[in-house]
């Protein structure tokens, strides 16, 4: 038998007091720390999509602006301080 939302709920509110607690000890990023890694996991996104795209390309023309794209994406990041 299935079981109803509310026992769910909580179960959900009853957390291992384990787990809550690295959570809180995490310290709290500022806004351009924030901004920093939106940043890089945007470029690195983008990455991802650069390398499956040059896996597929054919035309040498293609090729090689995927290839100057990958290289400017993995500048980017590392000046942002990712790892690529």
Known sequence: MARGWESKAVEEQREDPAEAQPRQSRPARSPEEQERMRKRDELQLARKRVVADLACARHPRHREL???????????????????
């Open 66 to 84: 995927l290839e100057r794209t990958l290289a400017d994406l993995d500048a980017r990041i590392g000046a942002l301080g990712g790892q690529v």
